[in-house]
């Protein structure tokens, strides 16, 4: 259609541009000028040229011109794109001389086989290419540019000899190697060859051989071989080290400790100069491992757990200062391993605090780094901060139990926390960044805490709310993750609510029951007036389809519980009385509101009850009392279908676009 519309656009222009040339050509003979020479055009047959004052052609009749970029058309010289440029070379065959006779508007036709005026029409233009232009007066619109089929490149083959030969062979045969030296030292030592001394000194010489031979290796190109060479010299360094302090006692721990610290910096050292993440990672594991080799009569959890954190936070930046990504993500995980076994293995009951000391402060670097660092890692910032969060609350639970007569730690520091990422949030908000992990990890922290303080009646109507809210506010900042985390939470509390048994009218369950249905149907409100539909526009009918479906529920709760004490039949005749009751509500309002979909609603209640009736009721209630029941469901369904005649007889109004009550 569009293709049309174009040419129809143009036929019209060309018309109109015809009318005004024959206009031109009138005004010309009119005065009495001679008819200048159109470029391109030969003399006639008989080499007599145009003479003065020769009438000029007709006008052209109103019809569309024939397009000139069509292949196998060629224009008239002198007229269409052509037009003042020098005409194409001879020798080709032009129109048969009868095409244009008697056309108005057209020249005479030359010599059989000589085209125009013996001229050779123009050469159809190519399509523009790179060294071919569009030629002047072309439209470039008319056709698409031609581009080259240029087929992609194969992909290269896997060199499978150099991704074991050079990579993964001496990874592994340098494993091989350290075994074989340790068997060999074993054996020696046992044959009386080495005394103690010996042993660590001949280790320190064999790492720093290997640390010569991988610095060669890596100038000589061979990258893979240098590095782990590089990487076995400092393990065997530590080896002898932890050799020379813990089987012989050589050196005391003061000594030992200091030794390991500058067999870490001289890997941070090396990995840095070589740009190795690989020997970043190595120096990271054995970093933290170096508390465990040294010997210690009486362990002290404040150096631990102080030196495990300054540890932490030193090679978190080092892997962020130069873009080490997974050096990064070792440095913020593995913290946790060894102060789980610290405190596993050791008497620090009594130091807790320590510990969750030593988690506090990464998790603030980490949350500090998110607000004031570059904005160019917002993926690692969301890795780590949610689980590190998460890891954290777990330390704060296993930690802190809560016990009677004790000052309740927990929900205090869970408060403190979600204290902090709402104002982290918040200042985000106002500086109008985007931080959807803040708002997500807010919302979590508040929904721990009201977890954690309120008891199993009233946490699901807090988990509620706390979901609702946060529903809303994902909706307003656009954030998935935040509408995940609050649809979680949403969900604990709405299945926590379903499973509560209400036995009084008045009661925490009563009110949980309350809240949730108020929750489905501001949800379904907030979503109606939302700009652009979120995920489907059917999404409000559904929470408001919810909510007509769990009040049914809450009804029939409510009414078993003030009916406890009457007899069966009566209580069976109340319970389809208020269904019915319910069902007669919902239409009213649908009619009141000019809702359709209120009104189905409504019906499809009217519908339900009658099936508890026949499948619940008839079975254990007495003659009378079904009786009762079909009667008076019978003239409600006669009543409901009056007030439906009523409606369609009654003149239409048009349903005010702001109204929101939807089932």
């Not at 090679?315 to 946790?336: E, P």
Request: charged share 15%.
């Amino acid at each position: 259609m569009d293709l049309e519309k174009r040419m129809n656009q143009l036929e019209s222009k060309m018309r109109q541009m015809e009318l005004e040339l024959n206009e031109l050509r009138q005004a010309r003979r009119r005065e009495g000028q001679p008819a200048p020479e159109q470029p391109g055009q030969a003399p006639q047959p008989g080499g007599h040229p145009a003479q003065a004052g020769a009438p000029a052609a007709g006008p052209m009749p109103h019809r569309p011109a024939p397009p000139q970029s069509v292949p196998g058309f060629q224009a008239p010289p002198g007229q269409g794109m052509y037009g003042g440029q020098t005409p194409p070379p001879h020798g080709r065959q032009g129109y048969p001389p009868s095409y244009g006779q008697g056309m108005p508007g057209y020249p005479p036709p030359g010599a059989p086989g000589q085209g125009y005026q013996g001229q050779m029409p123009p050469v159809q233009p190519q399509y523009q290419t790179a060294e071919r232009p569009y030629p002047q007066g072309m439209n470039p619109y008319a056709y698409p540019p031609q581009h080259a089929n240029i087929p992609r490149e194969p992909k290269p083959p896997k060199d499978w000899e150099h991704l074991i030969a050079r990579v993964w062979l001496p990874r592994v045969f340098i494993v091989v190697l350290l075994l074989g030296v340790l068997w060999g030292f074993t054996a020696a030592v046992k044959a009386g060859y080495l005394t103690e001394p010996v042993r660590c000194l001949l280790g320190v010489a064999v790492s720093a051989a290997m640390y010569w031979l991988g610095e060669r290796q890596i100038r000589s190109k061979r990258e893979a071989l240098g590095q782990v060479l590089l990487g076995g010299s400092i393990g065997i360094l530590i080896l002898s080290v932890f050799a020379a302090h813990q089987l012989y006692d050589l050196i005391p721990s003061g000594i030992a400790f200091a030794l390991y610290v500058l067999s870490i910096a001289l890997c941070v050292f090396t990995a840095l100069r070589r740009r190795s993440q690989a020997l970043i990672i190595i120096a990271t594991v054995a970093g933290y491992l170096i508390p465990f080799l040294v010997h210690s009569a009486q362990p002290n959890a404040w150096v631990f757990g102080g030196y495990e954190a300054a540890f932490s936070l030193a090679m978190i930046a080092v892997s962020l200062k130069f873009d080490f990504r997974a050096a990064y993500f070792v440095a913020v995980g593995v913290l946790h391993l060894p102060l789980l076994i610290g405190y596993a293995a050791g008497d620090f009951g009594e130091s807790r605090h320590v510990f969750i000391g030593a988690v506090f402060v990464q998790h603030a670097a980490l949350l500090a780094y998110a607000l004031f660092g570059p904005g160019r890692r917002k993926l690692d910032e969301t890795l780590s901060l949610f689980p590190g969060f998460g890891i954290m609350a777990l330390w704060i639970y296993a930690l802190y139990p809560i016990s009677e007569g004790a000052v309740h730690w927990r929900p205090l520091m869970l408060l403190v926390w979600a204290l902090i990422y709402t104002l982290s949030a918040w200042g985000k908000y106002m500086k109008e960044q985007r931080s959807p992990v803040l708002v997500s990890i807010a919302t979590a922290a508040w929904f721990l805490w009201a977890l954690d303080l309120l008891n199993e009646s009233y946490s699901p109507s807090a988990a509620v709310v706390i979901g609702t809210a946060g529903i809303i506010l994902g909706f307003r900042l656009n954030t998935v993750m935040q509408q995940i985390t609050a649809a979680i939470v949403f969900a604990y509390g709405a299945a926590g609510t379903l499973f509560l048994v209400i036995d009084r009218v008045f009661s925490a369950e009563s009110l949980s029951w309350l809240i949730l249905l108020a929750a489905f149907a501001i949800l379904a409100y907030v979503l109606r007036r939302m700009p652009e539909r979120i995920f489907s526009s059917r999404l409000p009918d559904l929470c408001m389809w919810i909510d007509a479906l769990l009040a049914i529920i809450f009804l029939t709760e409510l009414t078993n519980v003030l009916t406890d004490g009457l007899a069966k039949d009566l209580r069976h005749l109340i319970l389809s009385a208020v269904w019915a009751v319910y069902a007669i509500a919902v239409i009213v309002g649908g009619l009141a509101l000019q809702r359709q979909m209120v009104r189905f609603a409504g019906i499809g209640l009217l519908f339900l009850t009658l099936i508890k009736v026949i499948i619940a009721d008839l079975p254990d209630v007495s003659v009378a009392v079904r009786a009762i029941l079909f009667i008076g469901l019978g003239a409600i369904g006669i009543v409901v279908s009056r007030l439906m005649y009523k409606r369609k007889n009654a003149p239409a109004q048009a349903a005010p676009e702001d109204t929101a009550v939807e089932p």
